[in-house]
């Protein structure tokens, strides 16, 4: 660690609060990682980025004078490996404990390899879905930096998402999975479809124009759409957010059956509204399923309808391949149900 004698070696210090004027002359670096969903993954997520566990994960050899990121506290980042590791010292500029929002931010010593500042900040967004924003402005101050050109900027980005990777998997690890009966719980924030389940997409035009767009985000998310393809969902459910769970009823009389769900990750954009939930310990069926609308640039609604399965209870794993001709079956009432919620005509 660098004596208190040290001062910072660039004078925009603090710069990165404000991370869309980052200053000139610098590199500029922002990434953005999706690490998944909810507060407690904003929790988990949060710890794992302010006590240098994400650092120390990446390789970094840090010692620090505290284990917390708090303002003022001074550490020495070993980068490198044996004989090639440099030492960079640097202090902690900001950092940021909110409902919403947890990181921090360092600055370089005098003796860095390089001079600037680098924000860490994990955020829950309102659709439920927690990033990892990684902010720098940074310019060589050795002559070996000097030399790397073009290089240090690869590795700088090769280093935050490396850093995305490891504060996901570290979020996943400390969050329970709370009774999901199967194992690629949010497959379906990344369009990822994993093997060993039955897959489906399927796709409808609503309408034309944003406000049938609003029209069928408000259906979709308001769980209108399911009660109107025949689907019981409890009255005092709440829309669709992250959290949020849901019982789905299926069936008539006595082959009713519940459905247990849970909201993974809802979205509310311009040009796109809907969500995802997977399926708790109870369901018949095991996997994901999102519903979203999107606004095309012709001005086309459609629905997309993405979901991955399989069999969770014995009826169902007997119903062979009656079940997945009853799931494409449904998503096309799922399109039926909104295209009358903004065409009653249709």
């Known amino acids: 660690m660098s004596p208190r004698t040290t001062a910072f070696s660039y004078p925009e210090v603090g710069a990165t609060r404000t991370p869309e004027q980052l200053p000139a002359g610098y590199r500029h670096l922002h990434h953005r990682t999706l690490i998944g969903h909810g507060r407690e993954v904003l929790e988990a997520a949060g710890e794992t980025v302010t006590t240098w566990r994400m650092h120390r994960g990446m390789g970094t050899k840090v010692r620090a004078e505290a284990e917390r ?3 003022g506290v001074r550490a020495s980042l070993g980068l490198g490996f044996g004989p090639l590791t440099v030492s960079a010292p640097a202090e902690v500029v900001w950092s940021v404990r909110e409902p919403d929002r ?3 931010a360092y600055g370089t010593l005098t003796g860095h390899p390089a001079r600037g500042e680098e924000s860490f900040v994990v955020d829950l967004a309102p659709d439920g879905a927690v990033w990892l924003t990684v902010t720098a402005f940074s310019r060589p101050d050795r002559w070996y930096t000097r030399l790397g050109g073009p290089l240090l900027g690869l590795l ?3 280093y935050v998402r490396g850093c995305g990777r490891l504060v996901r998997r570290a979020a996943t690890a400390a969050v329970p999975r709370r009774s999901f009966n199967y194992p690629d719980v949010d497959a379906l924030a990344s369009d990822r479809l994993p093997a060993g389940y039955r897959h489906l997409r399927h796709r409808a035009l609503i309408g034309y124009g944003r406000e049938v767009l609003e ?4 259906t979709v998310t308001g769980w209108r759409m399911h009660r109107d393809a025949g689907i019981e969902i409890d009255p005092g459910t709440p829309p669709a957010a992250a959290g949020v769970r849901v019982v ?3 069936g008539l009389g006595p082959l009713r059956v519940s459905a247990p769900a849970e909201v993974l990750w809802s979205v509310r954009e311009p040009d796109r509204i809907g969500f995802a939930y997977g399926t708790l310990t109870g369901h018949p ?3 994901e399923e999102s519903f979203v609308v999107d606004l095309a640039p012709d001005g086309a609604v459609r629905l997309t309808v993405t979901a991955f399965s399989r069999p969770g209870r014995w009826y169902t794993r007997l119903g062979g391949p009656v079940v997945p001709l009853l799931q494409r079956l449904a998503a096309r009432r799922y399109a039926h149900a ?5 065409d009653p005509a249709a």
């Open 69 to 71: 990121t708090d303002p």
């Open 102 to 104: 947890i990181g921090f």
């Open 156 to 158: 700088q980005g090769l």
């Open 215 to 218: 029209a069928a985000g408000d």
């Open 248 to 250: 789905c009823r299926i």
């Open 285 to 287: 069926e095991a996997g």
């Open 338 to 342: 909104v295209r009358r919620s903004v």
